[in-house]
């Protein structure tokens, strides 16, 4: 398996309060990415970074922003948490052999109540 | 922009029967295409991977899927369904010419097997 860690994997957090989840790689790769998944939606892309201090807006990208500073780590930050944000939220990671695979961390199951 | 249809949000097959999962894809440019399958309160796994060299491309679990440009398509198939493979499956196509690696999924399927 892919090492990807995600934290925290449980969070319930109040309306209006900022949350930043965290994505750790030890595969040096150098794309990642933020997806959210809801029932019906499939997968969306949030953010992504293509190297450190590199990201780029995805298609769901309205009230998150992302940080990279290392290569081993992105973070997603919800500014103010709104409950149309609660969802299961993925990283992924994929490197640069050309074929596009993506591989995904364990998730992190948030809830805005 | 390209894009994902997977025909069927839940599809439900006998164990022993035949395991049929329709994925249907837009892009302007030959694709890279993907199947994935996600376990209950898990990530997405990797099943198998088309990046056109052989267009009948075999995965893990005894999955295979087959391109087919002239209907642009990427069916999952595998001939005998075991009960361990209940899950969600989904497809995915890759960003037309971008280098960015970048992916479009589709909604999934959901694949119940019964006993």
């Known amino acids: 398996d892919a090492g990807i860690t995600q934290s925290p994997r449980h969070k319930v957090t109040e309306t209006g309060t900022p949350v930043t989840l965290r994505c750790h790689q030890t595969e040096n790769h150098r794309y990642m990415y933020w997806y959210r998944q809801d029932p019906g939606h499939g997968l969306r892309l949030i953010h992504y970074?293509?190297?450190?201090?590199?990201?780029d807006k995805g298609e769901v990208s309205d009230g998150y922003s992302v940080s990279r500073s290392k290569t081993e780590d992105f973070l997603l930050t919800l500014e103010s948490a709104t409950s149309s944000q609660t969802s299961v939220y993925f990283c992924?990671?994929?490197?640069?052999?050309?074929?596009?695979?993506?591989?995904f961390g364990p998730g992190t199951r948030l809830t805005v109540t | 922009a390209q894009s994902v249809t997977q025909l069927g949000s839940h599809v439900s097959v006998s164990e022993g029967a035949l395991v049929l999962l329709r994925c249907n894809y837009s892009s302007s440019v030959p694709p890279y295409l993907f199947w994935y399958v996600q376990y209950p309160n898990q990530g997405l796994q990797l099943l198998l991977k088309y990046t056109s060299a052989a267009t009948l491309v075999k995965g893990i679990n005894g999955f295979e899927a087959e391109f087919k440009k002239s209907e642009t398509s990427f069916h999952l198939t595998k001939p005998s369904a075991h009960m361990s493979d209940a899950a969600e499956y989904f497809c995915?196509?890759?960003?037309?010419?971008?280098?960015?690696?970048?992916?479009?999924f589709g909604k999934g399927t959901l694949l119940t097997v019964n006993p």
């Open positions: 970074s293509y190297g450190v201090k590199d990201t």
């Open positions: 995915a196509v890759s960003d037309s010419g971008g280098s960015n690696y970048k992916l479009t």
């Open positions: 992924a990671i994929s490197g640069t052999g050309g074929s596009y695979e993506q591989y």
